[in-house]
Every structure is written in C-alpha cells, then in structure tokens.
C-alpha cells in the first residue's frame, strides 16, 4: 500500500470542511478557513466545481483526483465521489467525512504507483500527452512527471494510432422471410437459457413480435404491434429472438431504438445472448449508433490541440486526446467519456469537440479514415442490429445520407416516448440561436473568433474556382446571409438597436412577448410566450421582410445545389473519389439547410393569414434565472405522429412500439385506442396488432402508496420538513421528484446540511454542478443517498434494489400550461387529455421503485388533493392509502414491506424539523 501523498488535502461537503496538512493531520475547519486555505496553496481535492460550491467559493482551483484519473485511466467508469473513487482503485473507502482528505492522499498516491507499474494498461501516449500539459501549466504536470517514464521509442501521436475503418459492399436487400412460431420459441430458449423458467407471456409477446418481420403486404402499408409489456416479463430478449432470427435468415438489420442511454447500454449488454462481439471476418453484427453530434470529431480536437483552445479548455483537449485512444466508440455524450470530465472544464469545450453544427468536409479531412462518426455509420450499414435512440430513427427515416441505410425494421422500445421525440424532430424554430448558427455556416465565424470553422465559401473554394455559376451562387448567398443576426444579437435587442431584417424582426417578436405573456413566467423570471395570433400590421409586415430575406438566402444555396449535383454528373478530371464524397457530403448539408430556410420562410409567410390546423405557432423569449437567451417563433405539429408516419413507418416493412406504459389505463382499463392514435398509424390507415403482457412482479406485497394529506400546498417550510422526515426514516434512498425547479432548490437549501450532518448526503439536479447521468451514477452506488431531481429523473433512472427504496412526488405533476399543451388539449378532450398525461407522469415515476422482482418500497405522494381518478395509473392491485406526515413515516419506519432489507442506519443528528 502506498504512503498517502505528502500534499495538504481538502474535503468540503454539505456537514462541513476538513483539511490534512502535507505531514499528516486532519482538522475540521471554518469554510472561511477553508477558502484561505484553497487560495494559498493547491490542496488534493475531489471535484474542484463541486467543492468550491459547498465553499461558496467559486474560484477554487486545486489538485482535483478526478483530474488526475482521467488522465491515468482514460475511459474508465469512476462515480465521482470519494466512495465511487475507492472502489474504481479498489482501495478501502474512507469511513466518515473527516477521513476524505487522508484517502485523497492515499489515492493520489495510489494513482502515481499505477503509471510506475510495468503493466500499466493505459501507458502508451501518456508520456507525450505529459509533455503538452506541462507546457499549459497543468497543476498534476509536476506532480506526475517523476512517475512516468520517457518512453524509448518515440509514441506515436494520436492520429496515427487510431485505426482507419474498411470499406464494405452495399449489403444487398433482404429476403423474404416469415418466421415459424416455434422457431421463434426455441430462439427465446436459447436466449433465455434451458434453465431459465418459463415465462409464458414473454414467449407470447416474442411469438407477436415475429409478425412485424413477415413481408409487407402493400407499400406504404407496414405491419406494425403496439405491445404493452409490464416490467420484469423480458422484453428484450422477447424480441431480440424474433430479431436475431429475422436477421440471421433474411440477411437483413434490425434498428432498435430507445429513448434513455440506459436501456441502450443494457441492449449492448443482452444483445451478446444472440450475437457476438465480431464476426469471423472481424465486423461488429451489433452496432450502437448516435447522433453525429454526440461523437468526437478528430478535426476539432486536432484543431483544439494545435491553439484552437487555450487555457483550461487547452487542458480538456489533452486529456480528451487521452480518452479518444482507448474509447471504444468516440462517443462523448453518454460514451466512455465520463460525464463528470464536462463540468470540471466546460461543458460548452466538450460541444465543441463533437461536430455540433454539421461542418464536417467528409472526404476533405485528413482524418476521414478514422473518424469515429463514419466509423459507426459504415459499421451500422453492415449490422445486424442497431442500436439507436428514437430521434436519430427519425432524421435518419427524413433524410439519411444513403437509403440503403434507411431503417425498415423497427422495434421502438420506450415506445410512449415516440411522441414527445417526434414532437420536437418535426418543429421548427426561427430563433436567434439558430438563425445565427445558419449565418456561421455559410459566412464562418465572426472575426477574432480561434479555431478551424470556416465559410461556405472557404470548405468550397475549389469547387468556386473551377465552377463561375457555383462560385456566384456562394458568394450570393454569403452576401444574402449577412441578413442573419450576428454576434451581439441579444444585446442590441434588449437596446432596442437591432441590425438587419431579421434582428428586427427578433425584436418585435419579443416586445410582443413581453407585451402579452400572462404566464406568470415574467415575475418568476421564466421563459415566456404568446400565440401567434391576432399580430399586429407592423410586426405582420417585418415577418414578410424578414421572409424575403430568407428567400434571398435560399435561391443561391439551391443554384448551389444544383451545381454541385452536376458536377458530380460531369465528373471533370481533379474530382477524385475523395473529392465526390466531400461534394456529396456539402450536397446533403445543403439540403438540410435549405429545408431548414424553406420551413422558416413558411412561418413567416402564414404570419398574419388563417392558422394552419395542423400546426400550432408561437411566440417566445427563453429565459433562464430571469437572463434572455433566445428570442423566436416556433411551430410544432398539433399532431407530430403525422410527419412521424409519413417518414418513418410508409417506407418501413415492420415497426413495433412497446412499453410498460404505452397504453393509459383509465377507469374502464386499457385504452387502446389512444395507443394506436399515438401510434401515427391513423395517418396510414394502419390497423396495429395489439398484445398486453402483464408484470409478473407481486406488486400488492412489495409496495405500497401514500397519499400524504397534511403538508399544505404551496408551504415551503412544510414541504421541506416533509422530505427532510421521510430521508430520515428510510436512512436515504429517497428520488424527490418535482414540477418546479424553484421548489427544488428552495428545499434542497433547507435540508441538505442537516441531512449531510446526519450522514445522508442529498445531491439535486439543477443544484450540484453535476450532469445528470453522473447524479444518478453517485445516487445508485450510495445506499444512503438522495437524489432530487424534475422530469429527466422520472422515467431516465433505473437503480434496483437498495439504493431506490423510495420515491416522493411533491405534487400532482400537472402539465405546463404552454400554448402547446393549450392547443393538444382542445383537441384531445380537454381534462380528459390532461389526466391521460398526468397519469402516463405517474405510472412512469411508479415504475422507477420496482425494477426487479426482489425490490420493494413505497410511493409517497405529497398532495393532500390528490385525485382518486389519478389512481389507476398505478397497478390494480398495489395498496394505496391517504393518512397523516405522521402516520407515513411511521409506515416508512416499519418496514412492512421490507422484512428482508438490512440496511445499515447512519447516526442521525435527531432533531426537530418544521411541520
Ligand atoms: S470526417 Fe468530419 S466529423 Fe470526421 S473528423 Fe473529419 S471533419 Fe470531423
């Protein structure tokens, strides 16, 4: 065992500071001290940004361990606590707050040890990456550089290390294939396992899946199955079997979606039952495929590494360097990168990174060969499963690159998302954001701006010389984009100074916002909006201005367009592969631009005339802790299963949507028949098969729901104390979820020291400067700990057994009443549509306690009204009772439900909490 490192360390969290001098003692310290302490000297600490928020010090700058594993072990899973960080070194985890800054140093230590092993998996490259970041003052650079050892070869960098992807032949079209029903069976077993019992509604549900992969019996007319699935009857393998069987006998791909990076991962992981990792010739038959902004693009970090960033930023791109030679995808949202790495730097230089603005050159860039993007998009095209997320599905469907590519058998799994993800891949916006982003695409980056980004005219200047007609069309529509707002658009709105049609336009937009909002949003210092409706002649006549614009913007770009088309048609001489694919690649960018320019002229055209039915428009100022950060009009679909069903399911053979929740479960049962409208198949005359499989789970003896009546609506104190008890009681373990981010942060601040005295630490979203996926990481290794958190907790977090034994709604979660949920409303039955959502809220936060069929814990519901007709989004049979504070915690103490649990109680500070 290593000696601890001989460095001052410090630990700040919710109970208190402490401090560990170099020689070796730990004392408990005043947050004033604390600070002084940070800013004299770097101290060892762990999560510098989360510290210096428990210090109020938001400055601290230190030796931060996490740091220091990112750069010793790139792409490993590290929770980023001192218990998370014990157990990914396999050390001892320090026993009490007041032993963290010992462990740091004892960690530190460890770390170091690890680049002197000989068998140090993560060696090559660190020695050069070392260098660099001691030229950017890197506070570890010193500290590491005796414990790595120069190499006696010269490393090769990055670039040349990652291996180039091999081009395939186009996989030819499927077969016709119908599945027997018992080959589907003895699939499922083989899946399952011969030992495994049987479960006859999954063997059910696998048998209907199968049909959805029979051939189509008309065009545009796909077989499509709503199935309904209760948690714990298995699922996945239920239709991986009829899957893998589909795509082993008709040589075809399967496209799998989901909504969460959860049930991806555990898609990856249970796919392995029916698919190896390679094939004999070394291609991946399963392949996870992302959004292309979710991936590192090799040009922005070339250009990052070389003085594109600097400073901490500079920092951040050597240690991603680091992390893209030993990821196993390039994924840096959700990937192997952790997510932790974003907030100890800036969340914005990770964004950066990825190719967020579609300003990829394709076969113009020197790494093209080993991008992680075309990597995984190459891969997917030779797959015989992918594993995607339902907005990815959609683009792809719209307007993938190639059409062999587009998705034709779908299984979308988290189905009762479909709608929301189609909601927002069919709306537009002509917002500031976004009209700025289309002006850096075509001029490039306003002046004094670092990096590689460059113009339409820049990524297109051979083609501009060699071509007049297509060089004219660059510079018309560079001339034409001058139109779009520029840097500094907010400010001189605010003003009242806009420049150019369409700040000016941004800038009625807003006074008539701020005009006619009566959402309440103003004083709380929300975003705010009002209908498109009824607009006044002045702002009427800039829309069409404004639209003019955008037209001019728009005609050179389609002359662009045509251009380019002919000139991969001519084929002159100095068009080499490589160059067709970078012209096809600027083609099919162009496209989604001029579509994006014909949507939001659209827009601007209907300003003023008849609404259009089908969409709904508005306007609205995006404000967050009452700061402006987008001014716009947006328009979704009123239903956006219409634009769903014609891209997705007409060109598709066979989709399926399922869920635990896909169908509301009113007072009558399931309603079906909202399932199939949801399901966009009414736009296709579609007739879906339907199939229900219940939970096997004994919800009745493992949970229970309490409804609690006395803690008053809108008190504060009461709520806080409420949730503070119930923690208390259950010793941790509790998801608090709430409708308003204020009401979060106001009880969070009233409870997380006394709770964190009581060794029951409580992390919250929108409070800890944490990402989400990493709360839920330190929530589901801490059996003691709390999570508080809104929507994204609701149904993204699956943590079995003892670390979820609790969830507490603080109110009934009403839909937001936007001018969307307005319009939906009116159309689909008024209160009616409102208890459908709600409920489908409920029944999904319910399904967050009972993952598997050993969990147990309660549902406590603050909300002295909450009402009974709300009930059946719960299963039939889980006991549901209304009582006092009092008498829950005394149900939560018991433990009825939990004769098994053995969980340790933390010494809790006993005390009085507001009633
Ligand atoms: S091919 Fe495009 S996305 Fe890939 S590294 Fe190059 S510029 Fe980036």
């Not at 189905?415 to 009209?435: I, K, N, R």
Request: glycine share 8%; net charge negative.
């Amino acid at each position: 065992m290593a000696e601890p490192l001989p460095l001052p360390a410090l630990h700040a969290s919710h109970s208190g500071c402490w401090q560990r001098g170099a020689s070796g003692d730990t004392a408990q310290i005043g947050r004033g001290q604390a600070v002084m302490a940070a800013a004299d000297t770097p101290n060892l600490v762990l999560n510098a940004p989360l510290v210096a928020t428990r210090l109020g010090y938001p400055d601290l700058s230190g030796l931060d361990l996490l740091e220091l594993f990112a750069f010793v072990h790139p792409a490993r899973f590290c929770v980023p606590t001192p218990r998370g960080l014990a157990h990914a070194l396999e050390l001892n985890e320090p026993a009490s707050d007041a032993d963290v800054p010992e462990f740091l140093q004892r960690a530190a230590s460890h770390l170091l040890a690890r680049c002197e092993a000989p068998e140090w998996p993560e060696r090559e490259g660190a020695w050069s990456v070392l260098q660099s970041l001691a030229r950017l003052r890197w506070t570890w650079a010193p500290v590491l550089a005796p414990h790595v050892a120069k190499p006696e070869r010269a490393e090769r960098w990055l670039f040349a290390r990652l291996p180039e992807w091999e081009e395939a032949a186009e996989r030819p079209q499927p077969a016709q294939v119908t599945l027997a029903e018992d080959a589907v069976e003895t699939r499922l077993e083989a899946l399952t396992g011969n030992q495994a019992e049987r479960r006859e509604g999954q063997r059910l549900y696998s048998r209907k899946s199968a049909h959805v992969f029979a051939p189509r019996p008309a065009r545009g007319q796909p077989h499509l199955l709503l199935a309904q699935a209760g948690t714990g009857i298995g699922k996945t393998l239920g239709y991986l079997a009829p899957a893998s069987l589909w795509s082993e006998t008709a040589h075809g791909t399967v496209w799998v979606s989901t909504y969460t990076k959860n049930l991806q991962r555990q898609l990856r992981e249970e796919s392995r039952r029916a698919w190896p990792e390679r094939r004999p010739d070394g291609s991946q038959p399963v392949v996870v495929r992302k959004g292309r902004e979710n991936y590192l693009c090799l040009l922005n970090l070339e250009d990052a590494l070389q003085g594109g960033f600097s400073g901490r930023p500079a920092i951040l791109a050597q240690l991603v360097a680091r992390w893209a030679a030993y990821s196993q995808d390039g994924d840096m949202i959700g990937g192997d990168l952790p997510g932790w790495l974003g907030t100890l730097f800036r969340q914005r230089a990770i964004r950066s990174l990825t190719d967020q603005r579609g300003e990829c050159i394709y076969a113009g860039c020197p790494h093209f060969r080993k991008c992680f993007i075309e990597r995984a998009a190459r891969a997917s095209a030779q797959a015989d499963l992918v594993i995607a997320n339902h907005a990815l599905v959609m683009i792809n469907a719209a307007r993938g690159r190639d059409t062999a590519q587009r998705p034709t058998r779908i299984v979308f799994d988290e189905g009762h998302h479909v709608f929301d993800a189609a909601d927002s891949t069919y709306s537009a916006a002509l917002s500031g954001m976004e009209a700025i982003e289309l002006r850096r695409w075509i001029i490039g980056p306003e002046r004094g701006s670092k990096g590689r980004r460059r113009g339409l005219s820049a990524r297109l200047a051979d083609v501009a010389s060699y071509d007049d007609e297509a060089g004219d069309a660059v510079e018309a529509a560079r001339h034409a984009a001058e139109a779009l707002p520029s840097s500094g658009w907010l400010d001189r709105l605010a003003e009242n100074a806009p420049s150019g049609p369409i700040e000016t336009l941004l800038g009625a937009i807003r006074a008539t916002t701020y005009a006619r909002d009566e959402s309440g949003g103003q004083e709380a210092g929300y975003g705010i909006e009002t209908e498109a409706a009824q607009l006044d002649g002045p702002l009427v006549e800039l829309a069409q201005e404004g639209a003019a614009a955008l037209a001019a913007i728009r005609q050179p770009l389609i002359k662009l367009g045509i251009r380019l088309e002919a000139l991969l048609e001519e084929g002159p001489d100095w068009l080499d592969g490589q160059g067709r694919a970078r012209i096809e690649g600027a083609r099919h960018s162009l496209v989604w631009r001029i579509d994006t320019l014909a949507s939001w002229q659209a827009m601007l055209e209907r300003l003023g005339g008849p609404t259009d039915p089908q969409f709904v428009d508005w306007l609205a100022v995006a404000r967050g802790d009452a700061r402006e950060y987008d001014v716009g009009l947006y328009r979704h679909f009123l239903d956006p299963m219409q634009p769903f069903a014609q891209t997705v399911l007409e060109g598709a053979h066979g989709v399926m949507l399922t869920s635990a929740t896909l169908c509301d479960r009113g007072a009558e049962g399931p309603d079906w028949d909202e399932a199939v409208a949801r399901s966009g198949a009414t736009h296709l005359g579609l007739a879906p098969e339907q199939i229900a499989a219940t939970s096997p789970f004994d919800y009745a003896s493992r949970a229970e729901i309490l409804i609690v009546t006395d803690v008053p609506k809108g008190d504060l104190a009461a709520l806080a104390g409420a949730y503070a008890r119930i923690i208390e009681t259950t010793g941790g373990g509790v998801l608090g979820l709430f409708t308003a981010i204020r009401r979060l942060r106001s009880v969070h601040g009233r409870i997380a020291d006394r709770l964190a005295r009581a060794g029951l630490p409580l992390y919250a979203q929108h409070v800890d400067p944490i990402d989400t996926g990493t709360l839920v990481d330190i929530f589901r290794d801490d059996p003691h700990a709390s999570l508080l958190g809104t929507d994204a907790l609701r149904d993204g977090v699956d943590v079995p057994g003892q670390s979820l034994r609790c969830v507490v709604m603080e109110q009934v979660p009403w839909p937001k009443p936007s001018i969307l949920h307005r319009a939906r409303r009116a159309a689909g039955g008024g209160s009616a549509y409102d208890d459908r959502v709600i409920r489908a809220r409920l029944a999904q936060a319910f399904g967050r306690l009972i993952r598997t069929r050993d969990d147990h814990g309660h549902f406590v519901v603050l909300s002295p009204a909450f009402p009974s007709r709300l009930l059946t989004a719960f299963p039939p049979d889980v006991p549901v009772t209304r009582l006092t504070l009092d008498d829950a915690l005394q149900r939560l103490g018991e433990g009825l439900l939990s004769p098994d649990a053995t969980l340790p109680q933390p010494a809790a500070e006993q005390g009085e909490w507001p009633r």
